[in-house]
């Protein structure tokens, strides 16, 4: 008979513990910090080439929300720094890490291969907050390697790892995913097309790599 082990608790004691206690670095993680500057360049390279726009009638539908900027900054942010407090198990970790990195690389493919650019106004009307930071966004970030979405795929990858260790707490994450995917529409930051893809891409990427990692033994271990 199976016995399901206990669910992971996570405590203002784990979250401190969280904070201090020493974190493993390895090449993988190395790696994958240092993808952001590939993908500027990448980018840079779509800046002279012919870029194409993976549209649907859907979203020509959706409006351009700036409010939505700030759904889309907070809790990607909340997103990418949540696995860091939560991932114990080094097998875990390694896992997440590698999901990512497979992420990152598969989707350069696609944006060397098929450039897109985003669905973008010229210009972000308003005077407040939200208007700003949207203004912000479209500065900071290139407006080119749209599909897949890895900002989408990032958010799933670390929402399914969250829920790997603790199902209330990812299922919460999960939601959070699904906010960022609806906010890169309401942003014109990307397509619907970008948004399927990425969440896919996530998935796909979480099924291969956690594939015979029983959840029960990653608590287990977790708890020891």
Not at 26 to 31: D, E, F, K, S, W
Not at 148 to 172: D, E, N, Q, T
């Amino acid at each position: 008979m199976n016995v399901t082990a206990p669910e992971k608790r996570i405590t203002w004691k784990s979250v401190r513990g969280a904070l201090t206690r020493p974190y493993p670095v390895t090449p993988g993680m190395v790696l994958l910090v240092s993808l952001p500057l590939v993908y500027l360049l990448i980018a840079q390279r779509a800046h002279t080439l012919p870029s194409a726009k993976p549209e649907f009638g859907l979203d020509r539908l959706i409006p351009l929300v700036p409010t939505w900027s700030l759904v889309y900054g907070a809790l990607y942010l909340f997103l990418i720094l949540l696995p860091v407090f939560v991932l114990r198990d080094r097998g875990l970790i390694d896992r997440t890490v590698r999901a990512y990195l497979s992420v990152w690389l598969l989707s350069f493919a696609v944006f060397i291969l098929y450039p897109t650019v985003a669905p973008r106004p010229d210009s972000v009307e308003g005077t407040g907050f939200a208007a700003w930071g949207l203004r912000f966004l479209y500065d900071a970030d290139p407006p080119y390697n749209c599909f897949p979405s890895l900002h989408v795929a990032h958010s799933f990858v670390s929402a399914l790892a969250c829920a790997r260790i603790h199902r209330p707490l990812g299922r919460i994450a999960l939601l959070c995913a699904a906010q960022v995917a609806i906010s890169t529409l309401f942003i014109k930051q990307h397509y619907v097309a970008d948004v399927v893809a990425g969440t896919l891409l996530a998935v796909a990427a979480c099924a291969f790599f956690y594939r015979g990692l029983p959840r029960e033994a990653v608590l287990e271990r977790d708890c020891d």
